[in-house]
């Protein structure tokens, strides 16, 4: 397992409410994505001459609690460098491979939410809670094995990997960081509209930044299989809340690959439902 290689030296567990830094951080996130996504091995090379090690193995968890990749280690990375680790695909690699590149980073955050990972878990579990000691907390009694995992990390060594999860669901665009003034106060929710800045975020010429699009694609997903299927793709309500939107074409693909989403769903949910339980005793 991969979780004993943590460091305070990556970033500050400070999380920024600036919809810059975020932005900035998903670009990041979808420049790396693209890259794993591409032949194999090319994260790991990309990395090796560009990241610390410490900066490379905690974006390689956080692909891994997205559910996009998983990963080990052949040798000591310390002693080996990042090029020590072993990377293989989960299943949302798959239907992301099947889109743009930008696209997919968009679409990638989207599908990591409404599949059983810790990613989902945590924005879930954020919602109702009002700190980030809270959330941790949440997680240690109502998470997963791997989940508990992160937050008994975060409580006894203020470990980054929860925090950078945090910080990955702010850069999606769709989370929005809670204040104290807002109703409830809790850390975090899914955002019902979109400051100015946030306009300027890639994902928002693909699809909107807010709940209600975000809670349409979920109740598609999670709903009746037979109906789902037997809908004509003109009807479907994705569809119809972007017909609006100029990405005609974006739209197609998405559309496409909810589909196929839908169709495997119960294979997928069982597969993540088993994995990280399964990862954690290894």
């Not at 099947?98 to 990591?112: D, T, V, W």
Request: glycine share 4%; charged share 25%; hydrophobic share 40%.
């Amino acid at each position: 397992m991969i979780f004993p290689f943590y460091s305070q030296r990556f970033t500050s567990l400070r999380i920024p409410r600036t919809p810059g830094f975020y932005i900035n951080m998903f670009k990041e996130y979808s420049n790396l994505l693209g890259i794993a996504l591409g032949k194999e091995n090319g994260l790991i090379d990309f990395m090796s001459f560009n990241y610390s090690l410490i900066e490379s193995l905690i974006w390689i968890r956080s692909f891994q609690w997205l559910g996009i990749l998983d990963s080990s280690f052949v040798s000591n990375p310390y002693r080996y460098g990042v090029k020590s680790v072993k990377i293989k695909y989960l299943p949302i690699a798959k239907y992301l491979r099947e889109l743009p590149q930008e696209e997919a980073g968009c679409y990638s955050l989207l599908f990591s939410y409404i599949l059983p990972t810790p990613f989902r878990s945590a924005i879930l579990i954020s919602q109702s809670s009002k700190s980030l000691e809270e959330v941790a907390k949440n997680l240690l009694e109502k998470g997963k094995a791997v989940e508990r995992m992160l937050a008994i990390e975060f409580l006894q060594s203020q470990s980054e990997d929860l925090v950078f999860l945090m910080k990955m669901a702010f850069a999606s665009g769709f989370v929005r960081r809670g204040k104290k003034s807002d109703k409830g106060g809790y850390f975090t929710y899914l955002r019902e509209q979109s400051r100015k800045q946030w306009k300027e975020h890639p994902c928002y010429t693909y699809f909107p930044l807010n709940s209600i699009f975000i809670e349409l694609v979920e109740k598609e997903i999670y709903g009746d299989v037979e109906a789902f299927l037997k809908n004509e793709k003109s009807r479907l309500g994705v569809n119809e809340y972007l017909s609006e939107r100029k990405e005609i074409k974006s739209r197609e693909r998405l559309i496409d690959v909810l589909f196929k989403i839908k169709e495997d769903f119960a294979s997928i949910y069982e597969y993540y439902t088993n994995y990280y339980d399964i990862r954690i005793n290894e």
